[in-house]
């Protein structure tokens, strides 16, 4: 029996339907998923005569490469398609689901790329960097920021805002928003979310930039272009988490807030 699994950003502006059987889950840790995504990308995928648009409103597409296009919300910023031309296949992040799919991880892509504040094989390194100064971007460019480093605790939240927006689960690490030198913001968008948190994303390419809560400033981890100096500390809103998720890195988890 085939089922059908319905997907969408977080603003409701997208949505979308996927009919089964969807591939396993592949995690993306190259330059380009860590941007957009603001920590590592995931993805399952389907023929795309299997793919359907079902709201598009606020979708938008960005040549990231050569090779593909990625879809994203331009009201919320979510990360939701990744589309290689000429190969028939969509790429869709299991994140924007709303309900459970079942799917097991089995590939792991570009792990070599991956950041100094986590390890795709367990526990984070402990990283010599400290650089005093993070240099951050989104994909396109059009939002380029620097502030003081080094990072510090790197916090991972699975609640199901940032399950939306990133396409898994966020990373960020709390900064002084009055210390970011801003060196372009013509892409700079803001999202006022369902929780009281307004997110910051690239309008032109739908990266994951920052974000402020009850007054406190975070950045998002990968939009980091080079070392962060910092490191993945806990996990938080686990009770929020999706079946697919569950880490297994040994750092404390947190149901809630710690
Ligand atoms: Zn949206
Ligand atoms: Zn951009
Ligand atoms: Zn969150």
């Excluded at 070599?112 to 993070?134: C, K, N």
Aim: hydrophobic content about 35%.
């Amino acid at each position: 029996m085939t089922q059908t699994y319905h997907g969408s950003c977080a603003c409701g502006g997208v949505a979308f339907a996927a009919t089964g059987p969807l591939r396993a889950i592949a995690e993306c840790h190259c330059g380009q998923c860590r941007r957009t995504s603001g920590h590592f990308w995931a993805a399952t995928s389907v023929p795309e005569e299997r793919f359907q648009a079902e709201r598009a409103e606020t979708l938008r597409w960005f040549r990231s490469s050569e090779i593909a296009e990625r879809g994203f919300c331009n009201r919320c910023g979510a990360s939701l398609l990744w589309h290689p031309f000429g190969e028939g296949t969509m790429h869709m992040a299991p994140g924007a689901f709303d309900d459970p799919v079942g799917l097991p991880t089995t590939q792991v892509l570009f792990p070599e790329d991956a950041p100094d504040y986590y390890s795709v094989e367990g526990p984070p390194h402990a990283g010599p960097a400290a650089p005093e100064r993070l240099d951050c971007a989104c994909l396109c460019g059009k939002v380029r920021f620097t502030l003081p480093g080094p990072a510090g605790e790197i916090t991972a939240c699975h609640c199901r805002e940032c399950r939306k927006l990133s396409g898994l689960y966020s990373a960020s690490f709390e900064a002084d928003e009055a210390t970011v030198d801003w060196q372009d913001r013509s892409g700079l968008a803001t999202w006022d979310g369902l929780t009281g948190i307004t997110h910051g994303f690239c309008r032109n390419c739908g990266s994951s930039l920052w974000h402020r809560a009850e007054g406190i400033f975070s950045i998002e981890a990968g939009a980091v272009t080079g070392p962060t100096g910092g490191r993945l500390a806990r996990h938080v809103h686990m009770s929020q988490s999706a079946d697919y998720d569950q880490p297994d890195d040994g750092l404390p988890c947190y149901p809630d807030l710690p």
